[in-house]
Nanobody, 118 residues
C-alpha cells in the first residue's frame, strides 16, 4: 500500500512561482516512477511531469521549460517547481505513483489546488 500526500498549493499571480511537494508513505519500494497530473474544470486530465527512479524526466508541452520535477529518494519525496505561472495552469494538481511493471499511474494523492490570477 502506498499513500501520497501533496502540499504547497495556493494562490499566486501570473508570472509567479510555486513549489509542490509530495510525500510517499508505505511500500515505496514498489514505486518506479512518480509524476504530477492536473485537472482543471471542463478540461481533460493532463499528466504534466514524470520522473523515474533513475531520474529520467518527461514534461507535457504545455509546461516544458517552466516546470521542473525532481525527487529526493532519501526522503521519499517528489517536487514540482512551477515558474512563470499562467492563469491556464490553474487546476487541482495530483501526485501520482507508478508501480514496478505497470504502465499507468495507479497511486494518487488527494490533490492540491493551484490558482493563478491575472
Amino acid at each position: 500500500q502506498v499513500q501520497l500526500v501533496e502540499s504547497g498549493g495556493g494562490l499566486v499571480q501570473a508570472g509567479g512561482s510555486l513549489r509542490l511537494s509530495c510525500a510517499a508513505i508505505g511500500n515505496i519500494g514498489s514505486i518506479d516512477a512518480m509524476g504530477w497530473h492536473r485537472q482543471a474544470p471542463g478540461k481533460q486530465r493532463e499528466l504534466v511531469a514524470t520522473i523515474t527512479n533513475g531520474g529520467t524526466t518527461t514534461y507535457s508541452d504545455s509546461v516544458k521549460g517552466r516546470f521542473t520535477i525532481s525527487r529526493d529518494n532519501a526522503r521519499n519525496r517528489s517536487y514540482l517547481q512551477m515558474n512563470s505561472l499562467k492563469p491556464e495552469d490553474t487546476a487541482v494538481y495530483y501526485c501520482v505513483g507508478r508501480s514496478l511493471g505497470q504502465s499507468v499511474y495507479t497511486h494518487w494523492g488527494q490533490g492540491t489546488q493551484v490558482t493563478v490570477s491575472t
